[in-house]
Every structure is written in C-alpha cells, then in structure tokens.
C-alpha cells in the first residue's frame, strides 16, 4: 500500500522560500516517477515538476526558475525548493507517484497518476 504525506507548507512572506517534502510509505521510492502539483483557490490543479525513476526532471512553464525538485531515494522522499515566492503561489502542494506515467512532453501534469498525498498549503503574505 503506497502513501504519500507531504509537509513543510505554511506562511511565508513575498520573496521567501520553502522546501516542500513528500514522502512515501510502503514501496521503494526507486520504482516511482514523481510529480509536484498545485492547486489554487478557485483554479484547476497544475503541474510544477516531475521526476522520474532515473533522476530527470521535467519542468512545466510554471515550475521553471523559481522551483527545485530533487530526489533521496535512501529517506523514501522527494523535495521541492520554491524561491522568491509570489502571492500567486499560495495554494494546496500535493506530490503524486505513479510507476508508469511518462514525463517527457507537456502532457505529465494531465496523465493518471495512482497515487497522491492529502497535500499541504502554501500562503504568501504579508
């Protein structure tokens, strides 16, 4: 049975940073490729980053310059570094993993990933 839990969300002011973690329970991370998404108030969810069993990454326009995935197979855990937050960014980071989803391409963030974590929320603010 896979779970993920993501953590390290919460207030941040406008131009700070955070590291988001996921982590998995159950399998070896080895086997997942993983995603990091988000979802606004009153937006549909996007996808940020992904990476996949071999380390690549794939970034989506939104993900790129300010974000940083990176993975430790040996914690079980995949990390997100988000600099220079924005009001823009407040929303709900969930990570998902799934075995067989593709990264290259743009349509990752879309495909059916199996599994995602409850999320965590990130409020930009002053």
Request: charged share 20%; aromatic share 12%.
């Amino acid at each position: 049975q896979v779970q993920l839990a993501e953590s390290g969300g919460g207030l941040v002011q406008p131009g700070g940073s955070l590291t988001l973690s996921c982590r998995m329970s159950g399998p070896l991370l080895d086997d997942y490729g993983i995603g990091w998404f988000r979802q606004a108030p009153g937006k549909e969810r996007e996808g940020l980053v992904g990476i996949d069993k071999a380390g690549y990454k794939y970034y989506t326009d939104s993900g790129k310059g300010r974000f940083t995935i990176s993975r430790d197979n040996a914690k079980n855990a995949v990390y997100l570094q988000a600099n220079n937050l924005k009001p823009e960014d407040t929303a709900v980071y969930y990570c998902a993993a799934d075995k067989f989803v593709p990264l290259y391409g743009s349509e990752w963030p879309n495909k059916p990933w199996d599994y995602w974590g409850p999320g965590t929320q990130v409020t930009v603010s002053s």
